[in-house]
């Protein structure tokens, strides 16, 4: 027969371990968003030209988040494509970030692209205030992780 006290002491051993493991799905691998290691920045400056003047001509894409990173990432015709957006808070967001993950790319050493765009809402539409670029090597020494590059 166990007795109260030990039996509690038992059950909060118990519960504590298992809070510390976490709950399914609480680790990084099932997030949306893929393991980065690294990053490389983009240039920017001539596609916020080309979205000043799409602005000034009434273009509808320029209004649009996920239709500017499109346009600035250029997808190539992968298998596997992922849209991640972000808003800020509110109705009209001032800010957003839009994340575009390519995977299955038929390359003997890039198997894949992230691209992460951070938008700030101006007078006229959308800029963007930061480009960011990772790839996927298929043969570093851990190919589920989007590093800076180049790939071996």
Do not use: Y
């Not at 209004?63 to 298998?79: G, M, S």
């Not at 991640?84 to 967001?93: A, V, Y």
């Amino acid at each position: 027969m166990i007795h109260r006290p030990r039996l509690a002491a038992v059950l909060f051993v118990a519960l504590f371990i298992g809070g510390c493991t976490g709950a399914p799905g609480d680790d990084a691998a099932s997030s949306d968003e893929p393991r980065v290691l690294a990053t490389r920045p983009m240039d920017i400056a001539a596609f916020n030209a080309v979205l000043d003047k799409a602005c000034s001509d009434g273009e509808d894409w320029a209004e649009d988040p996920i239709r500017i990173a499109l346009r600035f990432a250029e997808p190539v015709n992968a298998p596997h494509v992922r849209v991640l957006r972000d808003d800020g808070s509110g109705e009209m967001p001032s800010t957003s970030k839009v994340t575009l993950v390519q995977q299955g790319f038929l390359d003997d050493s890039v198997s894949g692209s992230w691209i992460q765009v951070r938008l700030r809402r101006m007078d006229c539409g959308w800029h963007l205030v930061d480009a960011q670029r990772a790839v996927r090597c298929r043969r570093a020494e851990d190919p589920d992780i989007f590093q800076a590059g180049p790939c071996p």
